[in-house]
């Protein structure tokens, strides 16, 4: 059971809803959890301008990004983060958050294109809860490719890609979820 410490410096934002971004490091680390099938991810205090206590949960993390990582290190990165959910109570009566990695223009990423787009001119791909975009240009359904973040909208939900080079399925496999920050 995760208790909140005495001292701690809760984040204070504004409005704690979906679409909100921030910046900071974590307050504690939640083990895995197998019966909720929840695996280990960084945990974050938050409060809104009303004083309203929220907790939220780094989700969507790669295993290795995490797995077999020393909790001082993951509590002393500062990830830049965005609000994906917000969920019920916990048993302390704070509003569970759901929380992932934020994408940046000039990041890189690696994808693998899933379908055609509507236009027929691009390719789609998923990252995280982001939609990408990909010229097509040389590539089809089924590649794999390393790429640089052109643009994402406002929303942070859709993401313009800049392909770099097509890579193998198995390099992709260990490389997906891993923002690598320019």
Known sequence: ML???????????????????????????????????????????????????FIGYLKKLNPDQINGVKNLRILNTEYDVIVREVRGLDKQRRTIVHLEE???????????????????????????????LVPQEGLSVGNCIMGMVGSVNDENTRISLVPIERIEKDKYSILSNIIFRS
């Open 102 to 132: 934020a994408v940046n223009v000039r990041d890189f990423i690696y994808l693998e294109l899933e379908r055609k787009s509507n236009s027929h001119d691009r390719l789609v791909g998923y990252f995280l809860s982001y939609k990408v």
């Open 3 to 53: 208790e909140r410490p005495i001292h701690v410096e809760r984040i204070k934002l504004a409005k704690v809803k979906t679409g909100v971004r921030f910046r900071a490091k974590p307050h504690f680390v939640a083990p895995y959890n197998a019966e909720r099938y929840f695996s280990k991810s960084p945990g974050f205090y938050l409060e809104d301008a009303r004083l309203k206590p």
